[in-house]
């Protein structure tokens, strides 16, 4: 049985070895220093059972028995509700070339009989509305024939392949829809024939991904691993994830601008190094306390949300007073 990396039966069996081969001491002596040994080994277990995701560095999709706080965990400040000093917000602006101008004369009825009136200008409101509608466009290819009945047709577009199909923008939309805002492939055909009235297949919206997949795998993946491997900071976690009932890992890694989720078999530093990124990294690499990450030569930074659990690990079963008056300290909202 192993605790923290401390083999429990071994090191049991050694301080045995090491008591009974000891000549000088008594019996009574021995006895006494194997009930502390046994009482430090409870002690482990017991702090090994009290281990949380709270309190260490266990995942929350890992502990079972976690419950949900009932309250929040963000520090009571003088901060008034709704947006703050120096916030940059958004404010709806009129736009100088609207899409259409609706001219509104003014009822003569209401003016004042035996007055002169003229028109002096106008004064405006927009109204800014969402155009949805099908749009399908036929490419008509032209066919001339001379007079031995030779013909020659027109060139389609390279995206014409058939003789109907979904565009480019149909495409986009559905991708984005489903990877990006994550809607369910049911849903986002229910949306298409609601709001469009395009039939799409859950087939079209499975290829559709796939096909993008494959173009980003091509394109952005080699830019990805270039960007972060030259940025001076990045972040770098795992997550277990199931893949056609298989476990697999999803390696993340990101930087101020650009992220990179690979999904890989295994967990470890030699999936890591396949990925491509972190042997080319020289930077400051923030991570939690996996030992994986630090066979890197690079700057590394523990994350803080680690530390902070580490500093209740130490409050609620180390009682260390200072542990608790460090936690609340870190806690607190940096100032401008």
Known sequence: ?????????????????????????????????QIMLLLVMVELMANKLGLNSRNSSIAPSQDIHRKKS?????????????????????????????????????DKRSLLKGECWESVGYEARQVIELHIQRKVVEYQAQIMRNQ????????FPADAKRPIQYGHSVIAHAVYLSMYQLIPYERLQNQF???FGIDLSMGTLVNSNQQLAERLHRVFKPLAIEQIALADVACADETGVN???????????????????????????????????????K???????????????????????HYLRELIRAHEQGDCRWAKLVYLEERQPVRP
Request: aromatic fraction near 6%.
């Open 1 to 33: 049985m192993t605790i923290d990396k401390i083999n429990i039966t071994q090191t049991l069996d050694d301080a045995k070895l090491a008591l009974k081969q000891d000549q000088l001491i008594s019996a009574s002596t021995r006895a006494i220093f």
């Open 70 to 106: 009932a309250t929040s965990k963000r520090t009571i400040t003088d901060k008034k509700p709704g947006g703050q000093p120096g916030h940059i917000g958004s404010t709806l602006t009129s736009v100088d070339h609207p899409d259409e101008v609706v001219t509104l004369p003014l």
């Open 148 to 155: 031995r009945g030779q013909q020659r047709t027109a060139t």
């Open 193 to 195: 024939q609601d709001m």
């Open 243 to 281: 893949i056609n009932a298989s476990r697999h890992w999803v390696h993340g890694i990101s930087s101020t601008h650009w992220a990179l989720l690979t999904p890989y078999k295994q967990r470890g530093a030699q999936a890591m190094k396949d990925i491509g990124v972190l042997p080319r990294f």
């Open 283 to 305: 930077g400051v690499l923030v991570h939690d306390h996996w030992s994986a990450y630090l066979q890197f030569e690079c700057q590394h930074q523990y994350c803080n949300a």
